[in-house]
């Protein structure tokens, strides 16, 4: 189980202290830029030129707003890409230590979706919610204490109508989690169903349903659309209920200012300060948004997370090892010979031995260890990612062997001809083998064992069944390696003696 990452390290702690210490910096530049402002209108109002220093103090606040601006956006992106880094290696080491069964359960669109959902709603609460409010918390407080300083008045002119927005947004904010919530789980269906129907569109299409397939996508897409609409139209209305409150404020000044005869120059003054709170005050709007998406996504993290997962580690070492299982079956594979594992549970005894799935009706030693070697398993899939022969080849190895030692293995496995094609070992292959025979792919696997220095060969493929060779095969896999080889076959299958290796 891995455990759900943290926000504060330091390098994330040292930027929210840098974007609170630009927030500060923005915040100062407000106040030099309004207190200018108000000396630039009295001059205009009394028709005197504009003092070097009041155009001085104008320009420089607005370069300096500017350019804090643009450095807390950058530093808002690191942190943001910091934490999604983060999330992103908790998320994989859990997928990957997860039983092979739990997989199984589970849909491949299912887990990619809430791979990538959750690190965008993380990268986006962390890289532009999370310091909006950072920075709103700065200078929303710094404006106030502008307004205070150009005139009490005019401030508690502005507090009554900005608070109503505040308490309005805050009443109608609460219920747009649930619409994040919905319309994640709306995206996510259709997003899955198209990932499992891509794959076999060409097949629908042969039985005669991409008409019908194309209805159901028009429906699901109207459908999310409504449920996009209804939660960016709340989104939206609660930035308007912002500016509304910050327009509010600005009549309430003027109002004010009429009352009590105050200098134009300061009106002009405040409400250029008024002005300038109306972006964050947006933002924070914006952020309710991004936060909404992050709980819902950080929920669903948490409980991927909290799943019981399998801690894989094997022992540096090249020498075979005796398998023995106890407990609701038993088994011994001795080292360096070949023994078949029959019966009904075959399959899943393998996958136990291989550490894929946990079995907690049989206790499994090796070498009277309960430390795993280093295991090969061979399924019916061939497991591959996109990418080189070479690197097909070499999946198992922490040092990649040189190239001649490759291509006399793939030669010894019958597979000379596939390395000496055009581009030999660089040729691409797709992931999964996808191009290559049942055969071809099943003999990259052994190749890969033995490369890999594998102590435990466990062959639980039903292509190795239907391989006509594979007494052959099995005869070449012996001549490469010590190992010992355990195949896995449903108890009324058939087995040729093979020989056994020697003690």
């Known amino acids: 189980m891995s455990t759900f990452p943290h926000a ?57 707003a500017a350019l804090c601006l643009a450095l807390s956006r950058r530093r808002a992106e690191a942190l943001g890409q910091s934490y999604a880094i983060t999330l992103r290696r908790a998320l994989y080491t859990q997928i990957a230590r997860l039983p092979k069964a739990r997989h199984a359960e589970r849909r491949v669109g299912a887990l990619s979706l809430r ?12 890289g532009r919610g999370l310091p909006d409010v950072l920075t709103a918390a700065v200078v929303l407080p710094g404006a106030v204490a502008i307004l205070v300083a ?19 947004m805050g009443a109608l904010a609460w219920h747009l989690e649930r619409r994040h919530r919905r319309l994640r789980q709306r995206r996510a269906g259709r997003a899955i169903a198209m990932i499992e129907r891509i794959a076999i569109a060409p097949e629908l299409d042969v039985m005669g349903r991409t008409g019908r397939e194309l209805r159901a996508l028009d429906d699901r897409g109207a459908s999310l659309r409504d449920l996009a609409v209804a939660r960016r139209g709340r989104s939206a209305g609660l930035q308007a209920i912002l500016q509304t409150g910050v327009a509010l404020s600005g009549l309430a000044m003027l109002w004010h200012a009429s009352r009590a005869g105050t200098a134009p120059a300061t009106v002009a003054a405040s409400l250029s300060v008024l002005a300038l709170v109306a972006m964050p005050l947006a933002d ?92 090969a398993y061979i399924g019916d899939t061939h497991i591959g990612l996109h990418g080189s022969l070479r690197r097909a080849a070499t999946l198992m190895n922490r040092r990649r062997p040189d190239d001649a030692h490759i291509t006399r293995t793939l030669a010894a496995f019958g597979l000379g001809t596939l390395a000496t094609a055009p581009d030999g070992l660089d040729q691409r292959l797709a992931a999964g083998g996808t191009g290559l025979s049942a055969a071809q792919s099943l003999r990259l696997d052994l190749v890969r064992a033995v490369l890999g220095d594998a102590q435990v060969i466990v062959i639980a493929s039903l292509r190795w069944q239907a391989d006509a060779d ?26 040729a003696p093979h020989p056994h290796k020697a003690d």
């Open 470 to 495: 594979r007494d052959t095969l099995l005869q070449t896999l012996l001549s490469q390696t010590q190992a010992t080889v355990i195949i896995a076959q449903a108890a009324d299958r058939p087995t």
């Open 8 to 64: 504060t390290t330091q390098d994330r702690v040292i930027d929210a202290v840098l974007i609170i210490s630009l927030g500060v910096a923005q915040a100062a530049a407000l106040a030099i830029a309004a207190f200018a402002t108000r000396d630039a209108f009295a001059a205009l109002h009394g028709s005197t030129p504009l003092e070097p220093r009041t155009i001085a103090a104008l320009a420089s606040a607005g370069a300096v």
């Open 150 to 168: 150009l005139d009490s008045g005019l401030a508690r002119a502005a507090i009554g109508p900005r608070a109503m927005g505040r308490v309005a």
């Open 284 to 375: 924070l709007a914006a952020a309710w948004d991004r936060y909404c998406a992050w709980r819902v996504a950080r929920a669903k993290a948490a409980r991927l997370l909290a799943e019981p997962t399998l801690r894989r580690r094997a022992q540096a070492s090249s020498d075979p090892v005796t398998v023995t299982l106890r407990g609701a079956e038993t088994f011994t594979a001795r080292a360096g010979r070949v023994t078949h594992l029959t019966g009904p549970n075959a399959a899943q005894l393998a996958r136990s031995i291989a550490d894929l799935d946990r079995n907690d009706t049989v206790e499994i030693r090796f070498d009277g260890q309960t430390t795993r070697p280093r295991v």
């Open 115 to 126: 791979f990538v959902g959750d690190l965008a709603a993380a990268r986006l609460w962390f």
